[in-house]
């Protein structure tokens, strides 16, 4: 008798929790996209024709430029993660529109506002879910999941190239690659891959890549490893002894990563972040103040809506998860690898900005200048021998930007790891300047072989 009331009691319990977890979706009441919110457009780039296989994407057109639009420049945009989804940067960073939480009744109510700091206002803008697995991506088998830079630059390119020739007037436009976090490994390796493709292709099936840029970008890492004890010591979240215990995890990973033990040098790296996160106690180690991590909640449930999936033109069954663990463990082994001597390649043939939010610990400002001091380019010595110069913007202080020749590096201001969620408008600013040569990012006397149309040649 008394055990059969506890099966039962079991029962409704389980029952019970199984009703809750059921239907998480219950608690959210979500908006949907208004009219004015639609890409313009979006939906699949085919990367292989046998498979199917296909990257998802949202494009928005510029809203006021003031260069016709066979000149207006295109802004690709790639996440990190590795396996994160673009629709990340598109609704909680620098897309037109982003999702906001409100409280209603025992309801979150999920909807879009306008960004006032969106990246579209002078360019069009491209959100692509890169590698295929990737948040609304299609991997037909899990086979072709790409497990290295160069695989993911070969479909990435198909993708590229798709896009283009969705409209004759995207041919001529000139086209910035830029990316954050992981993405410091996508956006080198796909600009790399596309000067030396474009080096045996005709004039007019070449893609008119003429700059990246790298938010909070993981590049070279073993030199990037080496920085965080510094960092947090110097910033004064640990202490001495702290600090020497970090570094002797810092070294492991050097270490595993010199001998080529990849796949164990990223599991060490991870060995130094969830020490740091551990001593200091902090709510995320992407941003040192704040009191909770980033919400990128708020993107998966918005897009758990069928009408939402509808309306960006997404596959309504896929299970939308903001980074899929699935890409993230095939690219495991490449995540220490360098793509330093691609951003050396680059450097001399297009524009680059690497900019930094001034309170990631993770891969902050000091880890991005380490591996720059170590660039093997002629100009590099005058770059660091440049002035940093103080930023601002509409009279207050953005942040710092030095630049010499076609590299340019800034800081920005009151900003953690995603940079334009925190600081959207300077942001804007940022990337308007640097792409339109303007303000601080203005060329003074830039040399003649950084001239886009003088590039193809030098390609090999
Ligand atoms: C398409 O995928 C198939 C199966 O993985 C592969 O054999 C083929 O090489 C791929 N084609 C291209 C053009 O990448
Ligand atoms: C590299 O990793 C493998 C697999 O974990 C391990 O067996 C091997 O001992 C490692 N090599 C060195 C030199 O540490
Ligand atoms: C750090 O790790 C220790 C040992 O696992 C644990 O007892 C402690 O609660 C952790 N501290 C924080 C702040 O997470
Ligand atoms: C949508 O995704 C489902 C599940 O992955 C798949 O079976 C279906 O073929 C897809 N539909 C289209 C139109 O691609």
Not at 168 to 189: D, Q
Not at 270 to 276: A, C, E, F, G, I
Not at 309 to 333: I, P, Q, R, Y
Not at 412 to 430: K, R, T
């Amino acid at each position: 008798m008394e055990s059969v009331s506890t099966k039962l009691l079991i029962l409704l319990f389980i029952l019970n929790h199984y009703y809750l977890l059921a239907t998480p979706s219950a608690v959210h009441s979500i908006s949907p996209i208004p009219n004015e919110a639609l890409p313009t457009k979006s939906g699949y780039l085919e990367v292989n024709s046998t498979t199917k296989s296909a990257m998802f994407y949202t494009f928005y057109e510029a809203k006021q430029s003031n260069l016709p639009l066979s000149e207006t420049p295109i802004l690709i945009w790639l996440q990190g993660g590795p396996g994160c989804s673009s629709m990340l940067g598109n609704f909680y960073e620098l897309g037109p529109w982003r999702v906001v939480s409100s409280q209603g009744q025992n309801v979150e109510k999920l909807a879009l506002e306008p960004n006032p700091g969106s990246w579209n206002r002078l360019f069009g803008l491209v959100f692509i879910d890169n590698p295929i697995g990737t948040g609304f991506s299609i991997a037909t088998t899990t086979e072709e999941i790409p497990k290295n830079q160069h695989a993911v630059s070969k479909h990435l390119f198909k993708a590229i190239k798709a896009f283009i020739s969705l409209d004759p007037l995207f041919k001529t436009r000139p086209i910035y690659v830029t990316g954050e976090s992981y993405a410091g490994k996508y956006v080198p390796a796909i600009g790399y891959y596309i000067l030396k493709r474009n080096a045996g292709l005709p004039k007019p099936s070449r893609v008119n890549l003429v700059g990246v840029a790298i938010g909070n970008g993981l590049i070279d890492p073993i030199t990037q490893v080496a920085t965080h004890a510094t960092r947090a010591y110097f910033s004064g979240l640990v202490n001495e002894k702290q600090k020497t215990l970090l570094e002797k995890l810092q070294d492991e990973a050097i270490g595993l990563a010199t001998i080529g033990n990849w796949s164990e040098a990223t599991d060490a790296r991870s060995k130094v972040l969830n020490l740091l996160q551990n001593m200091t106690g902090l709510a995320t180690l992407y941003d040192f103040r704040r009191s909770i991590p980033y919400e990128e909640d708020l993107v998966t449930n918005y897009l758990s809506s069928v009408e939402v999936k509808k309306a960006l033109g997404a596959n309504v069954s896929t299970v939308f998860e903001v980074c899929s663990d699935t890409v993230g463990a095939l690219l495991h082994e490449d995540l220490m690898k360098s793509v330093k001597y691609m951003v050396e390649f680059l450097v001399k043939r297009t524009k680059v900005l690497l900019y930094q939010g001034q309170f990631d610990l993770r891969v902050g400002v000091v880890s991005a200048e380490a591996w720059m001091k170590e660039m093997k380019w002629d100009e590099i010595q005058k770059f660091l021998d440049a002035d940093r110069k103080v930023w601002k913007v509409k009279g207050k202080l953005a942040g710092y930007v030095q630049k010499w020749g076609s590299l340019s590096h800034t800081i920005v201001s009151n900003a953690g790891h995603l940079v334009p969620a925190d600081q959207a408008v300077n942001s804007q600013a940022m990337i308007e300047d640097w792409v339109l040569d303007r303000g601080l990012f203005a060329n003074k006397g830039i040399a003649d072989h950084l001239n886009p149309s003088y590039n193809w040649k030098q390609v090999i």
